[in-house]
T-cell receptor, first 110, second 115 residues
Framework: TQLLEQSPQFLSIQEGENLTVYCNSS?????LQWYRQEPGEGPVLLVT?????EVKKLKRLTFQFGDARKDSSLHITAAQPGDTGLYLC??????????FGKGTRLSVIA | NAGVTQTPKFQVLKTGQSMTLQCAQD?????MSWYRQDPGMGLRLIHY???????DQGEVPNGYNVSRSTTEDFPLRLLSAAPSQTSVYFC??????????????FGQGTRLTVV
């Protein structure tokens, strides 16, 4: 059972464009994380959000946690080829391990 | 500065063979888990552990065993390999502070092919 639904699954854009990736669930999470994975490597943490409505910025990346703590979004401004990769959201609740979405594969073309 | 170390990085097995994927972490994390990653499926949880001596099943546990005799090590055993177990396997570790998961650290993965 995939508790976290990510959309879109694939995204191919030109350098300089903006994009938003969504992570939705019917469950409430105590925290939500976004990871980025490059080919041949394990995922690497980008950000953790904990509070409903929280917004965090990491250079050109903006992360938002929904008010009800069931959804999150990742917005990239002026995408660059170096942003290419697989973006994964992961939710934590109770004493259980992280649950991951299926990921959004982003390709930024120069 | 090791973090999470997985071995081997690549492995080819014949159907019916058994093997153990090794995972070790040096960050004193209570939580460890094994995921498999297949195209279009994201990371699916196989087994996890919340501390030494404690393990539990995840979403896709069939065909795999784990044990956690020490905080550092969390090996994954394939009992009788099947082609459906061809995948990339990731080990991860993290800790919780209150109700928040801290950063999960992942190994580099084991690419397993069962022929």
């Amino acid at each position: 059972t995939q508790l976290l639904e990510q959309s879109p699954q694939f995204l191919s854009i030109q350098e300089g464009e903006n994009l938003t990736v969504y992570c939705n669930s019917s469950s409430v999470f105590s925290s939500l994380q976004w990871y980025r994975q490059e080919p041949g490597e394990g995922p690497v943490l980008l950000v953790t959000v904990v509070t409903g409505g929280e917004v965090k910025k990491l250079k050109r990346l903006t992360f938002q946690f929904g008010d009800a703590r069931k959804d999150s979004s990742l917005h990239i401004t002026a995408a660059q080829p170096g942003d290419t990769g697989l973006y994964l959201c992961a939710g934590g609740k109770g004493n259980t391990p992280l649950v991951f979405g299926k990921g959004t594969r982003l390709s930024v073309i120069a | 500065n090791a973090g999470v170390t997985q071995t081997p990085k690549f492995q080819v097995l014949k159907t019916g063979q058994s093997m153990t994927l090794q995972c070790a972490q040096d960050m004193n994390h209570e939580y460890m888990s094994w995921y498999r990653q297949d195209p279009g499926m994201g990371l699916r949880l196989i087994h996890y552990s919340v501390g030494a001596g404690i393990t539990d099943q995840g979403e896709v546990p069939n065909g795999y065993n784990v044990s956690r005799s020490t905080t550092e090590d969390f090996p994954l055993r394939l009992l009788s390999a099947a082609p459906s177990q061809t995948s990339v396997y990731f080990c991860a570790s993290w800790k919780r502070i209150g109700r928040m998961n801290t950063e999960a650290f992942f190994g580099q993965g084991t690419r397993l092919t069962v022929v």
